[in-house]
C-alpha cells in the first residue's frame, strides 16, 4: 500500500463545477497535510496547509479526518486556470515529507 | 513564502559526465533544504535532505556517492550528479523550509536533465 494515494484522475469538469479530491495516507503518525499544485513541467506550488479544523481560501476548501487517515479539498466556482495536477502531500517527523501521485483536474469552457 | 532559484533550468549533457545544480534560497536563510526528483507522470520522490554544515541525509536507494550534495552556506545547497547516464534524466527540484510551526516547503523552479 502506498504512504499517500490519491485517485489520478483526471477529473474534467466545466467551468463553474465543484470539484472534490481525496487523498488517504497511511501513517497514523502524520504531523502536518498540504496540498500543492503542479502545472505542467513546473515546481509545485503551495495551495494551502490543512489544519486540524479544516481550513478555507476562496473558493478552496481543506479538511482533515485523522481518525479515517484522510485529506480532502474542494473547489468551488471552478475556473479554466484551476487546471492543475493537485498534490496531497504528508509530512512525519523530522521532515520525512511523502508526496501522492497527484489528481488531474481538467477544467473546460 | 519563501524564494527559492535554482541554476540551470535545464541542461542537457553527455553520458558519463558530472553535472552541478544549484539551489539557493534568496530570501530566507534555509538550515535545511530538500532534494527531489520527478520522472515524467510521476510524483516528487524526496532524494536527500541537505543540512548547512554537516553531512546530507539520503532516502533509502539513493547513492550519495551517485548524487553529491554540498550545503555550504544558508543560502545555498547543490547538487552534483556524477557521471550521469540517461537514466539519471529526469527532473530535479529543490525546496526550502519554511521555518514556520507548520513546515510548509517552498520549491524552486526545478532543473531539467537530460543525459544523452
Known amino acids: 500500500r502506498k504512504e499517500v494515494e490519491q485517485d489520478p484522475g483526471p477529473f474534467n469538469v466545466p467551468e463553474g463545477a465543484t470539484v472534490a479530491f481525496n487523498c488517504t495516507y497511511s501513517n497514523s503518525a502524520s504531523q502536518s497535510f498540504f496540498w500543492y499544485r503542479q502545472d505542467c513541467r513546473k515546481e509545485p506550488k503551495l495551495l494551502m496547509s490543512v489544519y486540524s479544523s479544516g481550513n478555507e481560501d476562496g473558493r478552496f476548501t481543506a479538511q482533515l479526518n485523522r481518525a479515517s487517515q484522510y485529506i480532502s479539498l474542494l473547489i468551488r466556482d471552478s475556473k479554466l486556470s484551476d487546471s492543475a495536477t493537485y498534490l496531497c502531500?504528508?509530512?512525519?517527523?523530522?521532515?520525512?515529507?511523502?508526496f501522492g501521485a497527484g489528481t488531474r483536474l481538467f477544467v473546460k469552457a | 513564502g519563501a524564494v527559492v532559484s535554482q541554476h540551470p533550468s535545464w541542461v542537457i549533457c553527455k553520458s558519463g559526465t558530472s553535472v552541478k545544480i544549484e539551489c539557493r534560497s534568496l530570501?530566507?536563510?534555509?538550515?535545511?533544504m530538500f532534494w527531489y526528483r520527478q520522472f515524467p507522470k510521476q510524483s516528487l520522490m524526496l532524494m536527500a535532505t541537505?543540512?548547512?554544515?554537516?553531512?546530507?541525509?539520503?532516502e533509502q536507494g539513493v547513492e550519495k556517492d551517485k548524487f553529491l550534495i554540498n550545503h555550504a552556506s544558508l543560502t545555498l545547497s547543490t547538487l552534483t550528479v556524477t557521471s550521469a547516464h540517461p537514466e539519471d534524466s529526469s527532473f530535479y527540484i529543490c525546496?526550502?523550509?519554511?521555518?514556520?510551526?507548520?513546515?510548509?516547503?517552498?520549491f524552486g523552479p526545478g532543473t531539467r536533465l537530460t543525459v544523452l
Open positions: 525546496s526550502v523550509e519554511s521555518g514556520s510551526n507548520y513546515n510548509e516547503q517552498f
Open positions: 541537505s543540512n548547512e554544515g554537516s553531512k546530507a541525509t539520503y
Open positions: 530570501d530566507f536563510q534555509a538550515t535545511t
Open positions: 502531500v504528508v509530512m512525519t517527523g523530522g521532515f520525512k515529507t511523502i
